[in-house]
């Protein structure tokens, strides 16, 4: 698929099949791109001190209270709500993962979501991000299915990780859906890498741009990715225009998408640094 730079601002619509008799693309190749200006939904991190809590809610443990150690995915980390693991400070969302022994658990870290705050259908969603490093830290930024009346549970309710990133490959960072059929270790996912530059060394933006059957990741003004409906497995369904997602900050520690613990040279405290998410239609 090839690579398109966007304007970060601005409202249009652009269908690449226009341009095929004058670059000669296959048909495979037609791309839907297009970019939202209404900004509604937003949090510049201005104010010192805990989340902004007509914002954000936290998740708290280390997931067994749902039934699912590890939330699911082997994670080694206890979520909490402290400010230890969780605050803002100088125009940061800071969300911070310590070595330590706490309810059972032999690290913490934070988790903030915006379920049951701020919930919606389509858009582009982004935030600007500096990421930790060191093996084992697995920091993301995604959106989740409404799943409040507990009827339609994952991966019926969908799941788009605008950015997954795995600490020991500072250079990489992923896409992801999961859905019925195409969830976890076959979930659709396409890998973005930096040249000459790392994810833990500066801020980047990080989003997608969803619409009906279609949603598009990027990094900084680089689209990297698309996927549609003709992307999933055959027979599978595509619940992406389905209902209601919120979104999600997390740093988790461990796990079976990270694949490999801490080691000897992580070193702790791992911070993410969140300096704005906005949401625009």
Known sequence: MKNFKMNNRGVYF??????????????NET????????????????TPGAPDTSKWTYDIGDGTAQGIPGWGNNE?????????????????????????SYAGANYTSGKVLTKGLFQTKYGRFEARIKLPWGQGLWPAFWLLG???NG??????IGEIDIMEYRGQEPTITHGTIHGPGYAAGNAVT??????NDRFDTDF?????EWGPDYINWYVDDVLYNQITPNDIPAGTEWVFNNNEFYMILNVAVGGTFVGLPPNANTVFPQKMY?????VYQ
Not at 14 to 27: K, N, P
Not at 151 to 156: A, E, R
Not at 274 to 278: A, H, L, N, P
């Open 151 to 156: 009827s339609v549970v994952w991966p019926q």
């Open 14 to 27: 652009f269908l690449l099949a226009s341009l095929l008799v004058t670059i000669g693309c296959d048909l």
């Open 274 to 278: 969140v300096d704005y998410v906005r």
């Open 190 to 195: 396409k890998e973005y890498e930096l040249q």
């Open 31 to 46: 791309q839907t791109v297009t970019t939202f200006e209404n900004l509604v939904w937003a949090d510049e991190f201005d």
């Open 204 to 208: 980047h933006v990080f989003g997608v």
């Open 76 to 100: 080694l980390q206890y979520y909490t709500d402290r400010m230890d693991n969780v605050k803002v400070e100088n125009g940061n969302l800071v969300i911070t993962a310590l070595r330590e």
């Open 146 to 148: 409404d799943d409040s």
